[in-house]
């Protein structure tokens, strides 16, 4: 059970950094303050639980964490960040229901293999409050809805650029997965806080390059960057997904290179290649497919609808066209006008209640009637094929890509400038205040 709980609660780091404290440890110094937010604040308790979540996180390897000083800023910078989120989509009318949450929960359960009444007993053992829990995959939740929102409105892609990314010849092809360390600078940085910065960056790289410490470790400990807690790990992306300040740069490295410090406007960043891998080919199978639909209304009965199919069904069997049937049954009349044809399409693009019937037909048969939410259903195999979907996956995936690389850069910018105007007064020390 106990490695059980380990490898649940790794799962759960980025909800465990915000979760508040217990109420037995809420009772102790509750008066003390360590950060305002607007209106909002954080107590010391909240954030010595953060800091306790994580060194449960890294129990065994404590000396990849960085010193208590710096990982006390780095967990109350995050949660500041998520307080101000959360305040930002609250204000914007962002709404997360009960379901939405018991969902997420079950989703994060699922995962890691456990029931939800398991997931709930194993946060209980660890000492956390399961309502606090709640609360803070709501937050979580509102901070994901409110990013979807900023971000699109903020990014769009031209079918122009997504032209220009397939035939650029300097894009390299494959996907990278990368580690990434920020040291960062305030926004009008000072001369002498720029060469700080810079220093700082070169000899980090300097210690990982020399064997000193290792990457992820050394990320854990010098990084500025939202991700430092795991390790700097960015996951993989393709090439063409990369922010544009970094893309030049990491097409030209090899696995195991470390970046130079590269500046952009947050500060000096390390990239490097933890392993590459090639785009394959990807061949689909897709079917030529008829369909006809009767649905069920105020005005006609499910028995009525069901009666009515089986007769259409009952036609094209008889030898009648299944176009001819559809063209006078169907009530999807943009398909019905069509003879009833869907096109070519993968298996699951209508969902189950299609895929499985049709992975059963042979050529022009039929199925039997299939019902739906809107009312009953005849499908018809009518081909089958092999298709090159390469080009249309890439395309899409450098859509996706581009997309990406524009939300991480937008969604950056949207929280430099919340933090620029919001009020926030941080007390790392007791009697001694930063306000910005």
């Known amino acids: 059970m106990p490695a059980r709980r380990i490898h649940f609660a790794a799962l759960l780091l980025p909800l465990l950094l915000v979760l508040s404290a217990p109420l037995a440890a809420q009772t102790q110094q509750l008066d003390r303050i360590v950060a305002i937010v607007e209106e909002?604040?954080?107590?010391?308790?909240?954030?010595?639980?953060?800091?306790?979540?994580?060194?449960a996180q890294f129990q065994g390897r404590e000396s990849q964490l960085p010193p208590d000083d710096v990982l006390r800023k780095q967990v109350l910078e995050r949660m500041t960040l998520v307080r101000l989120q959360v305040q930002r989509a609250t204000i914007a009318g962002v709404q997360i229901t009960d379901t939405e949450i018991d969902e997420a929960l079950a989703r994060i359960a699922a995962g890691n293999n456990v029931t939800l009444a398991q997931m709930r007993m194993?946060?209980?053992?660890?000492?956390?409050?399961?309502?606090?829990?709640?609360?803070?995959?709501?937050?979580?939740?509102?901070?994901?809805?409110?990013?979807?929102?900023?971000?699109?409105?903020?990014?769009?892609?031209?079918?122009?650029?997504?032209?220009?990314?397939?035939?650029?010849?300097?894009?390299?092809?494959?996907?990278?997965?990368?580690?990434?360390?920020?040291?960062?600078?305030?926004?009008?940085?000072?001369?002498?806080?720029?060469?700080?910065?810079?220093?700082?960056?070169?000899?980090?790289?300097?210690?990982?390059?020399?064997?000193?410490?290792?990457?992820?470790?050394?990320?854990?400990?010098?990084?500025?960057?939202?991700?430092?807690?795991?390790?700097?790990?960015?996951?993989?992306?393709?090439?063409?997904?990369?922010?544009?300040?970094?893309?030049?740069?990491?097409?030209?490295?090899q696995v195991g290179d470390i970046s130079p410090p590269l500046r952009t406007s947050s500060g000096f960043h390390l990239l490097k290649v933890i392993e590459e891998r090639e785009e394959t080919q990807v061949v689909v199978t897709e079917y030529l497919v008829n369909h006809l639909i009767v649905n069920i209304t105020d005005f006609v009965s499910e028995q009525q609808a069901l009666r009515k199919i089986e007769g259409a069904r009952q036609r094209i069997v008889d030898g009648e066209a299944f176009g001819d049937v559809a063209r006078a049954v169907s009530d999807d009349k943009p398909t019905a006008n069509l003879g009833g044809s869907l096109g070519w399409t993968p298996i699951d693009r209508y969902g189950a209640f299609y895929a499985e019937p049709l992975s059963q037909l042979l050529n022009g048969q039929v199925s039997a009637p299939i019902r739906s939410d809107k009312g009953w259903h005849i499908i018809q195999r009518v081909d089958i094929r092999q298709t090159d979907r390469t080009v249309d996956v890439a395309r899409s995936q450098v859509r996706e890509n581009l997309f990406q690389a524009k939300a991480e850069e937008a969604y950056d910018a949207f929280l430099r400038q919340l933090r620029s105007e919001s009020f926030i007064e941080t007390r790392i020390v007791e009697g001694e205040s930063v306000s910005s």
């Open 40 to 55: 909002d604040v954080i107590l010391a308790s909240e954030l010595e639980e953060a800091i306790a979540n994580i060194r």
């Open 122 to 253: 194993a946060i209980e053992q660890d000492g956390l409050d399961y309502g606090e829990f709640r609360k803070s995959m709501r937050d979580e939740l509102l901070v994901q809805r409110l990013r979807n929102r900023v971000i699109e409105s903020r990014v769009n892609i031209s079918d122009a650029e997504i032209d220009r990314a397939m035939a650029s010849d300097d894009i390299k092809r494959g996907e990278v997965r990368l580690g990434h360390i920020l040291i960062a600078m305030p926004e009008s940085a000072t001369p002498e806080e720029v060469e700080t910065a810079r220093g700082k960056a070169e000899g980090v790289r300097k210690v990982v390059q020399e064997g000193q410490i290792d990457f992820t470790a050394a990320a854990i400990r010098f990084s500025d960057a939202p991700q430092a807690l795991e390790g700097g790990e960015l996951g993989w992306r393709r090439y063409d997904q990369i922010p544009e300040a970094f893309s030049d740069l990491v097409a030209g490295m």
